[in-house]
């Protein structure tokens, strides 16, 4: 966040040297909490490029459970007595975001972010943080193959039209989800000294287009979003002066074409795929045999009369699943007897 959740409390930007100290001390505090259940809590600060002289805070990817189990309020008050005088220190929460902050003895703060991650995502989480905003330029590539890469994976959207039905996740091993959008994994684990190195290895990607990154062939809120992002904008100067290479110009001109080849790449992500379909199949039998318009006409109610019947013939059954199985085994002589004895019901309750 950059210092700026905190800004009201005097957020400083600090030297890399004082804002590791300082990182690695709140580091080992969290990282020796205790779980409820006795999970192990991990706890690691978002590598920065090597070269970077300041910080306007740290970000620390940390397992969500000492969330769930202790608080901010605690974990306040636990960097409270690492960090400072005893007192607990300030803090905003924002989703799965704590942000901290540690006094310093000039006056003012020095943010530091808890990223809170469920265990299973954890390594990807780290590794997708890291190197200053190199998952979100690496994403860019994933987005123009139909899928999206987060810090929780790289999944694939499944689509009913415009409608996203559901997203089916494709892989959380950082290594191979970078190695299929096309970046060089061994030059990946060396890392970076500085940004022009994030940017050229970015820029070395098979399937590499700049036009990808242009903030005009961006949507409104992306474009909002990346422009105040000083890494990404910093790539699209660095594009504008130094760029030399050929872009990447094969795009297909529907992404369902990349399926194939992410299928054979990631056969778990095809099984789960074929199961999202069966899904969305069987929700559009339900919906074609029991609707809104078809209770409207047994009914004779419409709006929130109608929705009222609806929700009870529905509470009807033990669960969800059971009303959807009656649904698709029963006949359209059945849904109607169902309807017509639920309107006489909703009858006599008034």
């Known amino acids: 966040m950059g210092g700026n959740a905190l800004k009201e409390y005097g957020a400083q930007r600090l030297s890399a040297a004082e804002a590791l100290r300082i990182g690695e001390k709140a580091r080992h505090a969290v990282q020796a909490l205790q779980s409820h259940d006795g999970a192990p809590v ?64 000039r006056g003012g703060v020095f943010q530091v972010d808890l990223l809170y991650t469920p265990a299973c995502q954890f390594d990807f989480a780290l590794s997708y943080f890291s190197w200053n905003d190199a998952g979100n330029l690496m994403g860019r590539v994933a987005h123009k193959m139909g899928m999206k890469f987060g810090h929780n994976g790289l999944w694939l959207p499944f689509r009913d039209g415009d409608y996203l039905f559901t997203e089916v996740l494709v892989t959380r091993d950082f290594e191979k989800a970078v190695r299929f959008l096309g970046f060089d994994v061994a030059r990946w684990k060396q890392g970076f000294d500085d940004l022009i190195q994030l940017y050229q290895f970015i820029s070395d990607s098979k399937y590499f287009d700049k036009n990808i990154y242009l903030l005009e062939n961006r949507s409104h809120n992306a474009r909002v979003r990346d422009a105040k992002r000083p890494t990404y904008t910093g790539f699209l100067n660095w594009l504008r002066e130094a760029y030399t290479g050929e872009d990447f110009k094969d795009w297909p001109a529907c992404k369902s074409t990349w399926l194939p080849q992410i299928f054979a790449e990631f056969p778990e992500a095809e099984a789960e795929w074929r199961v999202a379909e069966a899904d969305l199949s069987r929700q559009r039998e339900i919906k074609r045999k029991f609707n809104g318009g078809l209770v409207s006409g047994l009914s004779g109610l419409t709006g929130t009369e109608l929705g009222a019947l609806m929700q009870q013939i529905r509470q009807g059954f033990k669960d969800k699943d059971a009303f959807e199985t009656f649904i698709l085994g029963a006949s359209e002589g059945e849904i109607e007897d169902l309807v017509v004895t639920q309107k006489g019901a909703l009858d006599a309750k008034e």
């Open 42 to 105: 991990r706890a690691e600060i978002v590598t920065a490029y090597r070269k970077k002289e300041t910080y306007g805070d740290i970000d620390m990817v940390v397992s969500d459970c000492i969330k769930r189990d202790l608080g901010n309020a605690f974990i306040a008050e636990l960097l409270g007595n690492v960090l400072g005088d005893g007192e607990p220190l300030p803090f905003v929460a924002n989703g799965g975001v704590a942000s901290f902050g540690a006094p310093l003895e």
